[in-house]
């Protein structure tokens, strides 16, 4: 049970780095409607926010 858990632990933190580079890669190749280096610093704290809001900010 606790390799299971330490797996899972493993699989959704390095999902959220993806997540992460990402959108930070999207925020500065394409362009966007809002404050860049905002929207950076929230992908990078949290990107729960940039899959909820973030993306619909990109034209």
Do not use: D, R
């Not at 959704?12 to 950076?40: D, M, Q």
Request: charged share 15%; proline share 2%; glycine share 6%.
């Amino acid at each position: 049970m606790c390799q299971i858990l330490v797996l899972l632990i493993i699989i959704i933190s390095f999902w959220s780095v993806l997540t992460t580079f990402k959108a930070v890669y999207l925020i500065l190749t394409k362009e966007f409607k809002g404050n860049k280096t905002h929207w950076i610093l929230i992908s990078m704290i949290g990107p729960i926010l940039w899959i909820t809001k973030g993306k619909k900010l990109i034209g």
